[in-house]
């Protein structure tokens, strides 16, 4: 179940998700996982593919903690707010 709803985020934001989650993953295991091939995934990330179709997205955020996505989105790092507490 994805954790965000992508059909809010811009496609700079969907962008640092994908980022991220090859970052994590490796560009080896994250195009098996999402169902598409890894030229795509470069495309996506050197911006030959502007548009990022959000089924792609919503299963890429399931590979993403909850505080890892509010970093991205909010760009708040919940570990930072927790300090200041």
Same mark, same amino acid.
């Given at each position: ?11 700079? @934001? @969907? ?16 195009? +098996?996982?999402?169902?598409?091939? +890894? ?19 919503? @299963? ?26």
């Amino acid at each position: 179940m994805p954790k965000v709803n992508v059909n809010s985020l811009d496609d700079q @934001k @969907k962008l640092k998700i994908l980022e991220k989650v090859v970052e994590k993953h490796g560009l080896s295991y994250v195009p +098996r996982y999402l169902g598409i091939n +890894r030229s795509t995934i470069n495309q996506y990330i050197n911006g030959k593919i502007k548009k990022i179709h959000n089924n792609v997205i919503k @299963k890429a955020s399931e590979l993403l903690t909850v505080d890892e996505l509010s970093d991205i989105i909010y760009g708040v790092k919940t570990t930072d707010v927790d300090q200041l507490q």
